[in-house]
């Protein structure tokens, strides 16, 4: 009898340890949906504020059917992470894109840059800093007067602070050297069919928060604040940058061919420095 009754105990006393770890576990999965719950309560507090700031609190139309935002889930150098932005208006619109604007959510300087465009640019890649994970957003403006904006989640750390590709002296014997690529069209085709180019930057493009790997001071802010690309005596890119954009800016975009024999390009970091470059249009045939 004494040993039925033991075993009864212990039987109750295993299903009431189950029952004890179980409402544990389901406190536990219950904290973190209201952690997870806050933390995204907390970014999208932060990106309404952006947003408002960046923008002058004009409204933000959801821009999924009308541009693309594509960079990689996971970043394999948070200090390089590849972006390319798109706009898809559908056939028969007759909206044109003016401005692309990329923010970083969780980056000391969330705006990274601003390309306005000229006609015929509807993509535009480059490089980024991201510093931590976070939603990465993309505002076009488009020629209705209005703002379309689509977004993405990045998973990166460190890239603001992360140490030059390049030693000092090497980046200063080669700042403001500009390099310009015309890529050929894989087919023939009309000169109304867009192409595409590159222009890429020699600059440190230091974000202010990197430190010098011998002294370990702060190395000062210094990039490039500014980059215009002209086809002929039309503007087709204008780029106002921040510190998001990696060490030596490299852009690539599309374009219409217009007919003017020559590209140029303008460029001008935070120290005053002005680096330009001219380069023939290659044929388009």
Known sequence: MTRHVGKESRIRLMIAMCARAATVAAFAVTMSSIAASSLAAEAND???EIANDAFNGRPLADGSPLITLEMPERAEDAAIVPVTMRTNLP???????????LVIDENPSPVAATFNVGPGVTMISTRVRVNSYTKVHL??????DKLYVVDTYVKASGGCSAPMANNAEEAATKLGQIRFRQFAKTTAAPASVPREAQIMIRHPNNSGLQRDQVSLLYIPLYIVRQLRLWQGDQLILEMDGGISISENPNIRFSYLPNGASTFRAEAVDTEGHVFRGEWPVEPTM
């Open 46 to 48: 932060s990106w309404r």
């Open 91 to 101: 056939p028969g619109d007759t909206r044109t894109l003016r401005s692309l604007t």
């Open 139 to 144: 505002v076009a403006e488009l020629s209705d």
